[in-house]
T-cell receptor, first 116, second 113 residues
Framework: KAGVTQTPRYLIKTRGQQVTLSCSPISGHRSVSWYQQTPGQGLQFLFEYFSETQRNKGNFPGRFSGRQFSNSRSEMNVSTLELGDSALYLC???????????????FGPGTRLTVL | AQSVTQLGSHVSVSEGALVLLRCNYSSSVPPYLFWYVQYPNQGLQLLLKYTTGATLVKGINGFEAEFKKSETSFHLTKPSAHMSDAAEYFCAVSERADYQLIWGAGTKLIIKP
């Protein structure tokens, strides 16, 4: 079974631009979570989607948004990029057959975003 | 509010020595606890998790962790370190069934030959 895939793996943008990152979960997984990882702040939760609905959201400004499609693939968008948005963005999927409870999260390799 | 503290941003051990990575958490309800490992330029991989039941949890690659409620700890151990264990290790906690994880800052494990 293929793992979680994220595209692109590397991205360079300039301040003020916007960016869209894509995540394809493991087949059959319905929950997708997004995280931002930086050396200074560590791993921070962005949001989680289950069956196309955002169920949880972390403490990030509205410039960060996401969505999930009917095939469970997810995208996250960052508008008006700032230098501080440079980070590794990780996507994780989990099975969560019942829509609740704890299940193992499987992570993709991440997208490394550099904002110049 | 939940929080996770990992003691030591870097831990250095000799190959063959005991590995001990510390994790303490704060939670108002029985938590779910996780250890993940991240190798350079890769995503995170689950090592082990505690949800309910036996407090000593065995994971992959010879790692184990023990949930100690009285100490609010979930330390990760491995009896004998191997060079391939060099990576960054993250402890995470969730006290909600809808699975929002709170992460520790991570501990880089360095293995000396």
């Amino acid at each position: 079974k293929a793992g979680v895939t994220q595209t692109p793996r590397y991205l360079i943008k300039t301040r003020g631009q916007q960016v869209t990152l894509s995540c394809s979960p493991i087949s059959g997984h319905r929950s997708v979570s997004w995280y931002q990882q930086t050396p200074g702040q560590g791993l921070q939760f962005l949001f989680e989607y289950f069956s196309e609905t955002q169920r949880n959201k972390g403490n990030f400004p509205g410039r960060f948004s996401g969505r999930q499609f009917s095939n469970s693939r997810s995208e996250m968008n960052v508008s008006t990029l700032e230098l501080g948005d440079s980070a590794l963005y990780l996507c994780a999927s989990s099975l969560l057959t019942s829509g609740s409870g704890i299940d193992t999260q499987y992570f993709g390799p991440g997208t490394r975003l550099t904002v110049l | 509010a939940q929080s996770v503290t990992q003691l030591g941003s870097h831990v250095s051990v000799s190959e063959g020595a005991l590995v001990l990575l510390r994790c303490n958490y704060s939670s108002s309800v029985p938590p779910y606890l996780f250890w993940y490992v991240q190798y350079p330029n890769q995503g995170l991989q689950l090592l082990l998790k505690y949800t309910t039941g036996a407090t000593l949890v065995k994971g992959i690659n010879g790692f184990e962790a023990e949930f100690k409620k009285s100490e609010t700890s979930f330390h990760l151990t491995k009896p004998s370190a191997h060079m391939s264990d060099a990576a960054e290790y993250f402890c995470a906690v969730s006290e909600r069934a809808d699975y929002q994880l709170i992460w520790g800052a991570g501990t880089k494990l360095i293995i000396k030959p």
